[in-house]
């Protein structure tokens, strides 16, 4: 069953961290480039990391030195550390792979930032 699976999220307070982690099955998870993006209440989902297929990260300026995503290849698993959390990262990330025209999107986990 092709399918991303997304876990670690959870309440927080600020300042602190959390791991979130992307399990993919069903695909030739190595070939793949993978991102996480996240949507908050009222607001269009935005794009906040990505990962290629040779390791090569990109981040979005909001979460540059605070986050770090990652990938483990032979556990066809992605991760965004999150440090430094602050109540405007409250929100659902999601986890995405892209291989040419496939695109594939895993069903979210929350996120919420709060003292």
């Known amino acids: 069953q092709v399918q991303l699976v997304e876990s670690g999220g959870g309440l927080v307070q600020p300042g602190g961290s959390l791991r979130l982690s992307c399990a993919a099955s069903g695909i030739a998870f190595t070939f793949y480039a993978m991102g996480w993006y996240r949507q908050a209440p009222g607001k269009e989902r935005e794009w906040v990391a990505h990962i290629t297929s040779g390791g090569t990260t990109t981040y979005t300026d909001s979460v540059k030195g605070r986050f770090t995503i990652s990938r483990d290849n032979a556990k066809n698993t992605v991760y965004l550390q999150m440090n430094s959390l602050k109540p405007e990262d409250t929100a659902v990330y999601y986890c995405?792979?892209?291989?040419?025209?496939?695109?594939?999107w895993g069903q979210g986990t929350q996120v919420t930032v709060s003292s």
């Open positions: 995405n792979g892209k291989l040419s025209r496939d695109e594939l």
